[in-house]
């Protein structure tokens, strides 16, 4: 993702603005995917690195880290304020979502609205301060989901 680059799925491809949207219909899923070579299984560590911006409308699924080095995750945000809406967060190894904060910026925030979080090896969302009690506090929002 881009800093300020808003990114949207779950469209049937008629529609003409985010609120026509049927985010219930299977047909309609948008899939990021770190499956590259479709044998499922994941082959990358992120599936998206989250920016100052706003993610809305996909499936993420399938994260790995094939060399054990550090934990995969679907959803990857570090230092930043991100949304994350509407969205099916599945199928990774480790974590659905994971959040990092390793400056002093009070202004990092990750916000979760209306999120399926799913079937994830081991944590569904995880939030640390990157190993530095002194980086200030990490505000991470979660609603509806």
């Avoid at 309609?28 to 560590?45: E, F, M, R, V, Y």
């Avoid at 390793?102 to 609205?113: F, T």
Wanted: a negative charge.
């Amino acid at each position: 993702m881009l800093d300020g680059i808003d990114i949207y799925g779950g469209f049937e491809g008629w529609e003409s603005s985010t609120d026509q949207r049927d985010l219930a219909d299977a047909n309609n899923a948008t899939i990021l995917s770190g499956d590259i070579d479709d044998d499922n299984d994941g082959d990358i560590k992120y599936v998206v690195t989250a920016a100052n911006s706003r993610i809305d409308g996909f499936t993420v699924q399938k994260s790995d880290e094939p060399h054990n080095y550090y934990y995969p995750a679907g959803i990857y945000c570090e230092n930043v304020t991100a949304v994350i809406a509407n969205c099916r967060v599945k199928d990774n190894e480790e974590a659905g979502i994971q959040c990092y904060l390793e400056s002093d910026d009070p202004n990092n925030e990750v916000s979760v609205i209306n999120c399926t979080i799913s079937n994830n090896a081991n944590y569904g969302i995880y939030a640390d301060t990157q190993f530095d009690p002194q980086a200030g506090l990490l505000s991470l929002f979660v609603d509806y989901c």
